[in-house]
Nanobody, 115 residues
């Protein structure tokens, strides 16, 4: 059974930091591209950051320079370090595991940034 379990969300003031984690089980983690998406109320889900199986990273323009995605294949975990948080970063953050054949989602973790 495949599971992606996000953690680390919460309430933080603007300018603060949070570190999200996504622990994967039931997959060969090292062969998956891992992504972080977010969805704010009334908005479409958007890609925030991605890290390939080769650890190549990409970021949405809105988070470049503030967020860092990383992975630890030994722990089957992907991280999203979020610094200089803004109220517009408020959303549910989802972890996604993508391969040529499979696509899995976590249940999401709420991030709320107060002004």
């Amino acid at each position: 059974q495949v599971q992606l379990v996000e953690s680390g969300g919460g309430l933080v003031q603007a300018g603060g930091s949070l570190r999200l984690s996504c622990a994967a089980s039931g997959i060969i983690f090292s062969i998956y591209n891992m992504d972080w998406y977010r969805q704010a109320p009334g908005k479409q889900r958007e890609l925030v950051a991605s890290i390939s199986r080769f650890s190549t990273t990409n970021y949405a323009d809105s988070v470049k320079g503030r967020f860092t995605i990383s992975r630890d294949n030994a722990k089957n975990t992907v991280y999203l370090q979020m610094n200089s948080l803004k109220p517009e970063d408020t959303a549910v953050y989802y972890c996604n595991a993508l391969s040529r054949l499979d696509n899995y989602w976590g249940q999401g973790t709420q991030v709320t940034v107060s002004s």
